[in-house]
């Protein structure tokens, strides 16, 4: 019941009379409920004091102010995404559409960083795609040497084909095979056993000469004949 040029911080003048502003509301105008500052704790959307901004808004200099299109929420400024939308990936404080290279989608809507050695990876962070740091991929891993077995093909440990042991040039060019298989020279390749009628001969399969139909130990050596 005192006379005051104007009303005090929580109020707002009707009809010449101070009237308190709606609860959480600091400061208010025109009506009680129409604030435009709100208590600690409490964010003003549009004109209302709420404890948390509506999807698509984030607390930007304690008032809820739109995101950018693709986040759901985000803080600091419009640009600093919190979560994103249907269909975008959080990289960092960004929304992007795929994670980029040297990340992965973790399926929680976030890109996560690749391990040291992995230029791109999927799934986990050690499940390497390709690699970095002149590595090479063998079996989603990055290390310095091939193992037995394989061949490095534009940084990429290939297995060697069929029966070879080691291989060089392509995975199909053997160097040496398998226990149990003879290596063939005239095409770099490990036979089990020769064809009927042919007999394994300095490196390669040769035919048996006249008149054996089948040889052993070299060409003339019989098991059968014509």
Same mark, same amino acid.
């Given at each position: 019941? /005192?006379?005051?040029?104007?009303?005090? =911080?929580?109020?707002?003048?009707?009809?010449?009379?101070?009237?308190? @502003?709606?609860?959480?509301?600091?400061?208010?105008?025109?009506?009680?409920?129409?604030? %435009?500052?709100?208590?600690? =704790?409490?964010?003003?959307?549009?004109?209302?004091?709420?404890?948390?901004?509506?999807?698509?808004?984030?607390?930007?200099?304690?008032?809820?102010?739109?995101?950018?299109?693709?986040?759901?929420?985000?803080?600091?400024?419009?640009?600093?995404?919190?979560?994103? /939308?249907?269909?975008?990936?959080?990289?960092?404080?960004?929304?992007?559409?795929? @994670?980029?290279?040297?990340?992965? $989608?973790? $399926?929680?809507?976030?890109?996560?960083?690749?391990?040291?050695?992995?230029?791109?990876?999927?799934?986990?962070? $050690?499940?390497?795609?390709?690699?970095?740091?002149?590595?090479?991929?063998?079996?989603?891993?990055?290390? $310095?040497?091939?193992?037995?077995?394989?061949?490095?093909?534009?940084?990429?440990?290939?297995?060697?084909?069929?029966? @070879?042991?080691?291989?060089? =040039?392509?995975?199909?060019?053997?160097?040496?095979?398998?226990?149990?298989?003879?290596?063939?020279? =005239?095409?770099?390749?490990?036979?089990?056993?020769?064809?009927?009628?042919?007999?394994?001969? #300095?490196?390669?399969?040769?035919?048996?000469? #006249?008149?054996?139909?089948?040889? &052993? &130990?070299?060409?003339? %050596?019989?098991?059968?004949?014509?």
């Amino acid at each position: 019941n /005192k006379c005051k040029e104007k009303c005090s =911080d929580g109020y707002v003048e009707i009809n010449k009379k101070c009237e308190r @502003c709606a609860s959480k509301c600091t400061k208010c105008e025109e009506i009680p409920t129409k604030c %435009t500052s709100c208590e600690p =704790d409490y964010i003003l959307s549009n004109n209302q004091c709420v404890n948390e901004c509506p999807p698509g808004y984030g607390a930007i200099e304690n008032e809820c102010k739109e995101c950018n299109p693709s986040c759901s929420s985000c803080h600091g400024t419009s640009e600093q995404c919190d979560k994103c /939308k249907t269909g975008y990936l959080l990289h960092g404080t960004t929304c992007v559409d795929e @994670c980029p290279p040297g990340y992965y $989608d973790n $399926d929680t809507g976030k890109c996560l960083s690749c391990s040291t050695n992995c230029a791109t990876c999927i799934t986990t962070a $050690d499940t390497c795609t390709s690699c970095k740091n002149g590595l090479n991929l063998n079996d989603h891993k990055c290390t $310095d040497n091939c193992p037995s077995g394989t061949i490095i093909i534009n940084g990429i440990c290939e297995k060697c084909t069929s029966n @070879c042991a080691t291989c060089s =040039d392509s995975v199909s060019k053997c160097d040496t095979c398998l226990d149990g298989f003879e290596f063939n020279k =005239d095409d770099n390749t490990c036979l089990s056993q020769c064809e009927k009628g042919n007999v394994f001969v #300095d490196g390669s399969c040769k035919p048996c000469n #006249d008149p054996c139909s089948e040889c &052993i &130990i070299d060409q003339n %050596t019989c098991t059968s004949c014509t």
